[in-house]
T-cell receptor, first 118, second 112 residues
């Protein structure tokens, strides 16, 4: 399977615990995005990587959230001291972009990680 | 600040008929528009896109229309099939990073 892969698919954690999610993008894609989706809403942008550089972070991404993409391959999203309001579906997407004539291309999403904070 | 709006939360259509989903946007800097389909407990699946230099793009049963002056786009699905029952999201991006702004989605139900 050469699509975007996210692990785990589901995570239940107690309030105050730390959690980490992993995303493996499509191998040749240089761009990687994290989004968060809550019930009845569309995905909301969290952060963006161009290769290994984190180029933008949303105001939604509080200090408890950190994301990395070492070596420009897989990415991790860590949430420290989880709160019940963090319960959501966390989506990772990747795309190929920034090349002449194809500045933006379609982003492909993984199946998401469903986080439940109890 | 909701820059992409899908004002119809749901749409019911008979199998074989046309489904028309609408989307409005407010940011004139958006230059690339996409439609995604989402089943429960899965990530969004890319359907079709359109660049702002075009006003129509077609792919099989799916056609997207863009009206830049009205800041409006629509997705036509014809003929509608039961497997099309899902939530459809409109998304838009502008600038060089491809960050997407999504609408809230439209739940489509295709009835026999």
């Amino acid at each position: 399977d050469t699509g975007v892969s996210q692990n785990p698919r589901h995570k239940i954690t107690k309030r105050g615990q730390n959690v980490t999610f992993r995303c493996d993008p499509i191998s040749e894609h240089n761009r990687l995005y994290w989004y968060r989706q809550t019930l009845g809403q569309g995905p909301e942008f969290l952060t963006y990587f161009q290769n290994e550089a984190q180029l933008e972070k949303s105001r939604l991404l509080s200090d408890r959230f950190s994301a990395e993409r070492p070596k420009g391959s897989f990415s991790t999203l860590e949430i420290q001291r989880t709160e019940q309001g963090d319960s959501a579906m966390y989506l990772c997407a990747s795309s190929l972009g920034g090349f002449r004539g194809r500045e933006n291309t379609e982003a492909f999403f993984g199946q998401g990680t469903r986080l439940t904070v109890v | 600040d909701q820059q992409v709006k899908q004002n119809s939360p749901s749409l019911s259509v008979q199998e074989g008929r046309i489904s028309i989903l609408n989307c409005d946007y407010t940011n004139s800097m958006f230059d690339y528009f996409l439609w995604y389909k989402k089943y429960p407990a899965e990530g969004p699946t890319f359907l079709i896109s359109i660049s702002s230099i075009k006003d129509k793009n077609e792919d099989g049963r799916f056609t997207v229309f863009l009206n830049k002056s009205a800041k409006h786009l629509s997705l036509h699905i014809v003929p509608s099939q039961p497997g099309d029952s899902a939530v459809y999201f409109c998304a838009a991006s502008g600038g060089s990073w491809g960050k997407l702004q999504f609408g809230a989605g439209t739940q489509v139900v295709v009835t026999p």
